[in-house]
């Protein structure tokens, strides 16, 4: 049944979206609360939003095409730091020619940066550490040929690009402002000490010939988005590392486990294998294992060794979202960015202590980790809803054991996807960003798009209802008595995205809060406000034209959870991703990822110069009045 079919939303519904936006229906209640315990019906989510949201507290602009940031009357950006900026004062300036070294973009701001956490210092409002993932680079602008590395020293530059930037800000005069030469500043990159630490650390298949204990590992790269954790540190997410792998023989042939996770002889246009052993499947197949995790860094002790936490599993990572059960376990969840792929929770073992956060430092090396199942839902062509469970992945249940492939709990962990197949997990539209509501503890993920949704053994509905999903959606769930550590949820779409334009009155026009207004595809990004908004990020098709005619550049939208309306809030320059997003203590001032400004050319973000060189960025919004982001 098409979304025309089944209820012609009255002009104030296309306007704010349908009421029932606000998770369960009302229709839907006393199966809902049957299933949850009751629990519902005190929830403000609820609520039946008939008129339009007062939590959104600025006009939705236009979609946009210029090569800059657009966005409300009112607002302002600037640019707190860009790819290439010397950390230190001594340190050398950005070369745009492509001249510079890797020595060089070691000390500089890395590239492509993404995810982002701010670290306020404690008891100075006007003082903060940053933590920046840089998940890429392009060649395009990396080298001065403009083509893939043809050196040792040249794919060392690109892990030098690549990684984690720390660094200190401070607001001066009402503006917040990267500090340079901070004791703090510093680049964590594909070349940089990392430990293993977990069920996995030390095994087999962790073991090179250049770490046969298998406890230390060179690098983190292909950085997406990120963690905070309670007790002050930064979880950085490793996601394409596969990409990064391949083979100098052609006729290497792949184990299952190799295939699953993306090996092939052709490394994926980066061809670090060709110039550096470390990557080359032929002679170092077990490095291959050494990337996939999640990492841990401490912001405020420059000295420290980031951590590889294997207890949380091995696959593409997007993000970890942090939050608590009722009686105060730490719950990691964890999207894997692949078409087909699962959504994972992790419960620790041990509480968290927040009146010492020191204790917490090994929290993530013990605990459960889980895989989510939903179930078909109930076919509701505009706001289909159902229910899910966690299926527990541990050695010895489920299936998991000798007998399917896994000698001991490691062997889980390193080859998470196929333990996660075992249990029968639900494959999903490409999970990634999830985070976890500060008002109600619902949570949302980003499913960003599947174009072969429908092929490959991935069939179409529950939360993936649509066929070939070029525009993607946002699945809510709600945990069973509001205890992050049940095993059973229920699940809804909060939005469906679509082109109302082209496709108006079918499935990929998109759900009813998606209208000509404020239309986008491939939703990535995720982040509440304090105030309960969700700030919406894009990484999408930007062709504005076909299925994407008239949504323009990559944006930002806010939502409104319990009434479903959305407004575009920013849009961001020729090429670039919109993503990364991070709040000062206030909420007065918001830091945005702008990523690969002119991807294929046709931008000289930020600076604008003649023949300029386009450059990653974060930027600075505020409000012209100083008043709070989004009110």
């Known amino acids: 049944m098409s979304l025309l079919e089944e209820h012609q939303p009255t002009d104030l519904e296309q306007m704010v979206g349908l009421s029932r936006r606000g998770f369960i229906s009302a229709g839907a209640l006393c199966g809902a609360a049957m299933f949850l315990g009751g629990n519902l019906l005190s929830r403000s989510v609820l609520a039946a939003n008939a008129g339009t949201s007062t939590l959104l507290g600025f006009p939705g602009i236009p979609a946009a095409t210029t090569d800059s940031i657009s966005l409300p009357p009112g607002y302002k950006s600037s640019v707190l730091i860009s790819w290439g900026q010397p ?18 973009q070691e000390v500089q701001f890395g590239d492509h940066n993404d995810g982002m956490s701010l670290f306020p210092f404690p008891g100075d409002k006007n003082r903060a550490l940053m933590a920046i993932n840089n998940e890429y680079t392009n060649y395009r602008y990396l080298y001065p040929h403009g083509g893939m590395p043809q050196s040792a020293e040249e794919v060392r530059k690109a892990l030098a690009a690549e990684g984690v930037t720390v660094l200190e800000v401070q607001r001066k005069n009402g503006h917040w402002q990267f500090v340079q030469d901070s004791r703090y500043n510093r680049r964590i990159h594909g070349n940089s000490p990392i430990a293993f630490s977990g069920p996995a650390a030390g095994h087999e298949l962790l073991k090179t010939s250049a770490d046969p204990h298998g406890k230390n590992v060179l690098g983190t790269f292909q950085n997406c988005a990120n963690g905070k954790t309670p007790w002050g540190t930064y979880l950085t997410c490793e996601e394409n590392f596969t990409d990064c792998f391949g083979s100098t023989n052609a006729e290497q042939k792949f184990d299952a486990a190799q295939k699953r996770y993306g090996a092939v002889a052709t490394s994926k246009e980066i061809n670090w294998h060709q110039h550096d052993a470390r990557f080359d499947l032929a002679t170092n197949p077990n490095e291959f294992n050494r990337h996939g995790w999640v990492v841990e860094i401490d912001p405020f002790d420059p000295q420290s060794t980031p951590v590889k936490r294997t207890a949380l599993g091995r696959f593409k990572h997007e993000n970890a979202a942090i939050t608590q059960t009722s009686d105060g376990h730490a719950v990691v969840y964890m999207g894997d ?15 968290i202590n927040h009146q010492n956060p020191k204790a917490n430092r090994d929290l993530l090396d013990h605990g459960t980790l889980y895989v989510a199942r939903f179930d078909a839902g109930d076919g509701n062509a505009d706001h289909p809803k159902g229910q899910g469970e966690w299926i527990e992945l541990t050695h010895g249940k489920n299936g998991i054991d000798a007998s399917s492939g896994f000698a001991d709990q490691a062997q889980v962990l390193i080859h998470a996807r196929l333990a996660a197949s075992v249990v029968k997990a639900t494959r999903m539209d490409r999970p990634e960003w999830i985070v976890v509501s500060p008002k109600d503890g619902q949570v949302y993920c980003t499913l960003t798009n599947n174009a072969k949704r429908g092929e490959e053994g991935q069939p179409v509905g529950g939360p993936n209802p649509r066929e070939k999903n070029v525009y993607g959606q946002i699945l809510r769930w709600r945990t069973d008595r509001d205890d992050h550590s049940s095993h059973t949820f229920a699940w809804d779409l909060f939005v469906v995205a679509g082109n109302p334009n082209v496709h108006a009155g079918t499935p990929k026009g998109g759900s009813s809060n998606v209208t000509a207004q404020n239309m986008f595809n491939s939703p990535d990004g995720l982040a509440f406000d304090e105030a309960g908004r969700l700030w919406i990020q894009t990484d999408g098709d930007v062709s504005n034209a076909g299925d994407f005619a008239g949504m323009g550049n990559n944006q930002m939208l806010c939502a ?42 046709g931008s000289t973000f930020p600076e604008h110069l003649p023949n300029g060189k386009p450059r990653s960025s974060v930027i600075v919004i505020t409000r012209e009045d100083g008043g709070i982001i989004g009110a």
């Open 337 to 351: 960015d692949e078409r087909g792929e699962f959504i994972y929770k992790f419960v620790s073992r041990d509480k």
């Open 560 to 601: 409104d959870p319990v009434s479903g309306e959305i407004r575009r809030f920013m849009v961001g320059p020729i090429g670039c991703e919109v993503t990364g997003i991070s709040f000062a203590p206030d909420h007065k001032t918001m830091f945005v990822g702008i990523q690969h400004p002119g991807e294929l050319g």
């Open 87 to 104: 950390l230190h004062k001594n340190g050398p300036a950005f070369d745009p020619s492509g001249n510079g070294s890797a020595e060089h």
